[in-house]
């Protein structure tokens, strides 16, 4: 998997037209379910609700994994 940075995408794919990289950077999602999105509690983590809803799903899905590690560690 390559992962493209890019920091305006629109302006970026819209200067270069490149199609081959429009497909690279749009083939994929990240989801997450109901389930696991609900899991995350933005009390624990000091949030807001607002402030939580815009976090990126996989730093959600990492910081719910480290409180876990730290619930093992003991």
Not at 5 to 33: C, D, I, P, T, W
């Amino acid at each position: 998997i390559k992962i493209y940075y890019v920091n305006s995408e629109n302006e970026y794919l819209n200067k270069n037209n490149n199609e081959q990289l429009h497909q690279k950077l749009l083939r994929a999602g990240y989801f997450m379910s109901n389930q696991l999105w609900n899991m995350f509690e933005s009390c624990f983590f000091d949030l807001s609700d607002a402030a939580a809803a815009s976090i990126d799903p996989c730093y959600r899905l990492f910081t719910l994994k480290f409180v876990d590690l730290l619930d093992d560690a003991g």
